[in-house]
């Protein structure tokens, strides 16, 4: 196989593409020859994104929330009369983690978390997998809190979890086609995203948060976005033909 261009002629569809871990993976898969349909919540950021990543390969975006059924097939449908179809699915839409003690933990956040992490995940593969071509890729975000439990990420910790509970049951359909199905868990990222969780995660402790997960993570650091988008080629790609069913931990070894 060419290890340079291990996705030619492959069509990748993500969710969340606007972040760092969304945009630095889309960058990868182009660079390995993918196409790219970027889909997230603002038209503005989309559009600024495709222009960036244009410069790579063939880019294009959508507008889609991935708790709503009717724009996920909307964006499904885009991709395929855009490219003709797909390949990888990588549901990576998320939401900030709401932190708080139990008791004031807002009914309406952990509603909200489930609907973007795991009814988002559940209608990108109820809608993008019978779409995809045999022998494709889906690729769910999930969480080093998927595998464990702390305080005050109620929501969040629940919702990553339960990912991977969507993930191993959809894996066993998709494998008829020889579509594999797996999560993929980043621990702390050095990102916007991350440094508000630590920030609202700070008072819940009484500690530098930062400074915990730091001390927590047996590398001593943050990961970085194209340290996470490695790991999605990874996955995207033949290299790994015959993981299904399982977790991907990029996190510095914090899940040891």
């Not at 945009?23 to 182009?30: M, Y």
């Not at 975006?61 to 996920?72: G, K, L």
Request: charged share 20%; hydrophobic share 45%.
């Amino acid at each position: 196989m060419n290890q340079t261009n291990r996705l030619d002629e492959k069509v990748c569809l993500i969710t969340g593409a606007t972040g760092s871990i969304g945009l630095a993976s889309a960058r990868a898969l182009l660079l390995q020859g993918a196409s790219v349909m970027l889909t997230d919540l603002d038209a503005e950021r989309l559009a600024a994104a495709a222009r960036e990543l244009g410069a790579h390969g063939s880019v294009a975006w959508r507008v889609a929330d991935v708790t709503r059924a009717e724009q996920v097939q909307a964006a499904v449908q885009a991709t395929l009369e855009t490219f003709g179809a797909i390949d990888v699915l990588f549901s990576n839409a998320g939401d900030p983690a709401t932190i708080a003690p139990l008791a004031d933990y807002s009914i309406e956040a952990f509603d909200r978390t489930i609907a973007v992490h795991v009814r988002g995940a559940f209608l990108c593969c109820k809608f993008a997998i019978p779409a995809m071509r045999d022998g494709g890729s889906v690729i769910i975000t999930s969480s080093v809190a998927g595998v464990r439990g702390d305080e005050g990420v109620y929501g969040y910790i629940t919702a990553k979890h339960a990912q991977v509970g969507l993930m191993r049951a959809v894996s066993k359909e998709a494998a008829r086609r020889g579509i594999r199905v797996n999560t993929l868990h980043p621990g702390p990222i050095d990102n916007a995203y991350q440094r508000k969780v630590e920030h609202d995660l700070s008072a819940v402790i009484g500690r530098d948060a930062t400074v915990f997960f730091n001390d927590a993570i047996p590398l001593h650091r943050h990961g970085r976005p194209d340290e996470v988008a490695q790991a999605v080629l990874f996955l995207a790609s033949a290299q790994s033909s015959f993981c299904t069913g399982s977790l991907l931990m990029v996190d510095g070894g914090m899940s040891a």
